[in-house]
């Protein structure tokens, strides 16, 4: 199993630039989370998505961020214009959630993408 | 809103030493999971626990739900420089209906060769 991949792996900008993170959650999960990591504010969860829905995105930081699901297989973070204080470590991270369940499943972690804004 | 706090923030242990961390949450959890994240790496799960006063162990690192659901521990026993690391609790509020956990700040730990 090749794991959650993320891409890329770094990634340096310069302020007010599009900036687009992408994820490949392990196959057959069915959530997907992103979550942004800094020495601050440690591991923030940005937005949640269950069968590619949005289910949760309180945690989006402003307007500036969206998120994409277009298929199980695919995700995007988008931030756009990107601002020096959004530099941090993003995570993508999947799980198998099972309907009914009544403990929460494995996140299991991408690589993370380091991003660097100017 | 929801909180899950972690302490202590650091920790600098000798090699053969014990360590513990401790997570609470201001609301019950149905469960709570513990991640360790090693310097440039990424979370990666340990273990779940689930019932009320649960307890597990996996070879030197024993984990404990407390009897109200809103507090954890980790202990480690006779530390050692692969034990370096971040240690995250994340809990899953008992009233949210999905899969969502909240994220501890976790607690650092560094052992002194």
């Known amino acids: 199993d090749a794991g959650v991949i993320q891409s890329p792996r770094h990634e340096v900008t310069e302020m007010g630039q599009e900036v687009t993170l992408r994820c490949k959650p392990i196959?057959?999960?069915?959530?997907l989370f992103w979550y942004r990591q800094t020495m601050m504010r440690g591991l923030e969860l940005l937005i949640y998505f269950n069968n590619n829905v949005p289910i949760d995105d309180s945690g989006m930081p402003e307007d500036r961020f969206s998120a994409k699901m277009p298929n199980a297989s695919f995700s995007t973070l988008k931030i756009q214009p990107s601002e020096p204080r959004d530099s941090a470590v993003y995570f993508c991270?999947?799980?198998?959630?099972?309907?009914?369940?009544?403990?929460?499943?494995?996140?299991?972690f991408g690589p993370g993408t380091r991003l660097t804004v100017l | 809103g929801q909180q899950v706090m972690q302490i202590p923030q650091y920790q600098h242990v000798q090699e053969g030493e014990d360590f513990t961390t401790y997570c609470n949450s201001s609301?019950?959890?149905?469960?709570i999971q513990w991640y360790k994240q090693r310097p440039g790496g990424h979370p990666v799960f340990l273990i779940q626990l689930v019932k009320s006063g649960e307890v597990k162990k996996q070879k030197r690192l024993t984990f404990q739900f407390g009897e109200a659901k809103k507090n954890s521990s980790l202990h480690i026993t006779a530390t050692q420089t692969t034990d370096v690391g971040t240690y995250f609790c994340a809990g899953h509020p008992a009233e949210t209906s999905y899969d969502k956990v909240i994220f501890g700040p976790g607690t650092s730990l560094s052992v002194i060769p």
């Open positions: 991270a999947s799980s198998l959630a099972l309907a009914g369940a009544s403990s929460t499943d494995t996140q299991y």
């Open positions: 196959s057959g999960h069915n959530s």
């Open positions: 609301t019950t959890l149905s469960n």
